[in-house]
T-cell receptor, first 115, second 114 residues
Framework: GESVGLHLPTLSVQEGDNSIINCAYS??????FIWYKQESGKGPQFIID?????DKRQGQRVTVLLNKTVKHLSLQIAATQPGDSAVYFC??????????????FGKGTLLTVNP | KAGVTQTPRYLIKTRGQQVTLSCSPI?????VSWYQQTPGQGLQFLFE???????NKGNFPGRFSGRQFSNSRSEMNVSTLELGDSALYLC?????????????FGSGTRLTVV
């Protein structure tokens, strides 16, 4: 049958603004989470990760927040730049049963930064 | 250091043919995983190898197979290609033996089945 394209959530921001990208993860047993950035024609690029014993982690211009109660992750990008334009994915991982070795990805959010 | 290298970058095949894709992990990484990315299904896990052993497999038909060599390089094979196999196939390598820590992706192989 014909594939139906994913209707990616989109976020459009002005250069210099802060961006917040949200993700609902699927498995309450997941204990490790990663945010990836994917630019056109490239593979996903690691941005930041967080383990379930934390609720916040900061990197350079990025912050990840984890709310295990509602199974929600967010990625905050400070002072968004045109080079930040990409699709952003959250991914989850859990220990046990072979699941250690795979990531389950969310659908992704397309971030567009307007100069 | 060199990243994850996937070859070829682009491939066009005809329905019914088979295809082999190659992945060279980051030096020292022994875990190699494969993912399929399509507009309809997003990123989906195919399989993972460590020290030449498959440790986990996703929900794909038996037409999809893989292997890993003693130098950690990996190949995946798709037999009897279908139009729906058109996708970006991504390989990732990890420095950890027991989790996906340090997962680094290659740029992928874009497979088009006509």
């Amino acid at each position: 049958g014909e594939s139906v394209g994913l209707h990616l959530p989109t976020l459009s921001v002005q250069e210099g603004d802060n961006s917040i990208i949200n993700c609902a993860y699927s498995n309450s047993a997941s204990d490790y989470f990663i945010w990836y950035k994917q630019e056109s024609g490239k593979g996903p690029q690691f941005i930041i990760d967080i383990r379930s014993n934390m609720d916040k982690r900061q990197g350079q211009r990025v912050t990840v927040l984890l709310n295990k109660t509602v199974k929600h992750l967010s990625l905050q990008i400070a002072a968004t730049q045109p080079g930040d334009s990409a699709v952003y994915f959250c991914a989850e991982n859990l220990r046990g049963g072979g699941s250690n070795y795979k990531l389950t990805f969310g659908k992704g959010t397309l971030l567009t930064v307007n100069p | 250091k060199a990243g994850v290298t996937q070859t070829p970058r682009y491939l066009i095949k005809t329905r019914g043919q088979q295809v082999t894709l190659s992945c060279s992990p980051i030096s020292g990484h022994r875990s190699v995983s494969w993912y399929q990315q399509t507009p309809g299904q997003g990123l989906q896990f195919l399989f993972e190898y460590f020290s030449e052993t498959q440790r986990n497999k996703g929900n794909f038909p038996g037409r999809f197979s893989g292997r890993q060599f003693s130098n950690s390089r990996s190949e995946m094979n798709v037999s009897t290609l279908e139009l729906g196999d058109s996708a970006l196939y991504l390989c990732a390598s990890s420095s950890s033996s027991d989790r996906v820590y340090g997962y680094t992706f290659g740029s992928g192989t874009r497979l088009t089945v006509v």
